[in-house]
T-cell receptor, first 112, second 110 residues
Framework: EAGVTQFPSHSVIEKGQTVTLRCDPI?????LYWYRRVMGKEIKFLLH????????ESGMPNNRFLAERTGGTYSTLKVQPAELEDSGVYFC??????????FGPGTRLLVL | EDQVTQSPEALRLQEGESSSLNCSYT??????LFWYRQDPGKGPEFLFT???AGEEKEKERLKATLTKKESFLHITAPKPEDSATYLC???????????FGTGTRLQVFP
């Protein structure tokens, strides 16, 4: 069974540009989560989808971040416009009703 | 405020030297405590879930235990391949999000 996949693995952009991260969850997992870790800090929750609906977006830092999950399959996280403090590693996780969250390898974002 | 604190931040062990990692937590109602292993450049890899005080889970050289305020990850006779960052996370009753600690970076030398 394929795990959670994320694309791209790395992204280097300039301040003010737009970046879109993609996450493909484990097949059949209705729950999809986004987390991120900024340098030196702990992994922090961003938001949670159940199928195509946003269940909890309390961790989204501001309106420059937009997450979508059309059709309840893959999800995208767009940052527009990117700022220096958005640099970090963005993780996606998915889970079924069993509740264990399985994480992808992450996207390393560097904003210059 | 919900909080997860892990100690030590870093731990160096000789191969075969057993030790324990600590995870202290403060939540209003614990729905689950999770241990993950993370290798450099990779995502967290699930190890264990603990739900209630007194519960224990084992996997190879690892054993996780839970009390009402903390969890321990015991590593018995570690090998160099156990070197990784070990992350603890908790989930409360009214939410699905995980609250992570900053992790313990373990290095095991031959």
């Amino acid at each position: 069974e394929a795990g959670v996949t994320q694309f791209p693995s790395h992204s280097v952009i300039e301040k003010g540009q737009t970046v879109t991260l993609r996450c493909d969850p484990i097949s059949g997992h209705d729950n999809l989560y986004w987390y991120r870790r900024v340098m030196g800090k702990e992994i922090k929750f961003l938001l949670h989808f159940v199928k195509e609906s946003k269940q909890d977006e309390s961790g989204m830092p501001n309106n420059r971040f937009l997450a979508e999950r059309t059709g309840g399959t893959y999800s995208t996280l767009k940052v527009q416009p990117a700022e220096l403090e958005d640099s970090g590693v963005y993780f996606c996780a998915s889970s079924s009703l069993q509740e264990t969250q399985y994480f992808g390898p992450g996207t390393r974002l560097l904003v210059l | 405020e919900d909080q997860v604190t892990q100690s030590p931040e870093a731990l160096r062990l000789q191969e075969g030297e057993s030790s324990s990692l600590n995870c202290s937590y403060t939540v209003s109602g614990l729905r689950g405590l999770f241990w993950y292993r993370q290798d450099p450049g990779k995502g967290p890899e699930f190890l264990f879930t603990l739900y209630s005080a007194g519960e224990e889970k084992e996997k190879e050289r690892l054993k996780a235990t839970l009390t009402k305020k903390e969890s321990f990850l015991h590593i018995t006779a570690p090998k160099p391949e156990d070197s990784a960052t070990y992350l603890c996370a908790v989930r409360e009753y009214n939410t699905d999000k995980l609250i992570f600690g900053t992790g313990t970076r373990l290095q095991v030398f031959p």
